[in-house]
């Protein structure tokens, strides 16, 4: 089975203190997605999709080097929205979509080929990557049932207090089935703290249609931690030169 990817890279970055795209933010003089495009092209070739919204044609500038395609997202409405507006791009695909944000350039080719071979050794609509940290605030919370299995992610700004103290959180990074993925897409709505359409929702949904849904978690959380904030940054450079 083939694979495609869909990278999110519409964003502004509204914690970090610049106007820059959050994406185009540098690591070692080059923008952050160039790393995560550098980390999946191997696996995809030239089934990239990179979703571009807010300054859109430097995003596009800075990609130059890369065999990918664009799509745009003229209105921000969540994640969910992001991977909608490539539907049209995909028609013709049939195969897996990895979905992954722009803005974690820790992530391996490694990592996304042993997180693709997992999700299609279990069969799974969907197959959502994982880590465990110290400090989970901010992030979505996995929740599991009694025997492992994935729930739903719950987004911070939805989760009560119970939820807010599992410390999986979701990376962000998914592999779904393209055809249950946009079936369950077509399903979701924006009735939420946010009012947007929440990729994560596609979990959710996929399960009440008894579809397999599984997590891989990931050994090193510092691998596939997002860039929000200029503090993030610079813990991203460490890590990465360390």
Do not use: W
Request: with cysteine; net charge negative.
């Amino acid at each position: 089975m083939t694979n495609a990817a869909i990278i999110l890279a519409a964003g502004k970055g509204k914690r970090m203190s610049s106007d820059l795209p959050k994406v185009l933010h540098e690591l070692g003089n080059r923008p952050m997605v160039s790393y995560v495009l550098d980390a999946v092209q191997p696996i995809v070739g030239d089934r990239a999709y990179v979703v571009v919204g807010y300054r859109a044609e430097e995003v596009i500038e800075a990609c130059c080097n890369h065999a990918v395609h664009f799509v745009r997202q003229e209105e921000q409405l969540g994640t969910g929205h992001a991977v909608m507006q490539c539907e049209d791009a995909l028609a013709d695909f049939s195969g897996n979509v990895v979905v992954l944000n722009g803005d974690v350039p820790g992530l391996r080719s490694e990592t996304i080929r042993m997180f693709l071979d997992y999700h299609k050794e279990h069969c799974a609509a969907a197959t959502v990557l994982t880590a465990v940290l110290d400090n989970p605030t901010g992030y979505g919370r996995i929740v599991t049932d009694g025997d492992g299995s994935l729930v739903a992610i719950v987004e911070e700004k939805d989760a009560d207090e119970n939820a807010k103290k599992i410390a999986e959180i979701n990376s962000g990074l998914f592999s779904f089935d393209k055809g249950k993925l946009y079936d369950a897409l077509r399903s979701i709505d924006r009735s939420n703290a946010q009012n947007e359409y929440y990729l994560t929702d596609v979990i959710s949904t996929l399960r009440s249609k008894g579809e397999i849904v599984r997590a891989f978690r990931v050994d090193d959380a510092r691998e596939v931690a997002g860039v929000n904030t200029d503090d993030e940054l610079e813990a991203m450079r460490d890590y990465m030169e360390g």
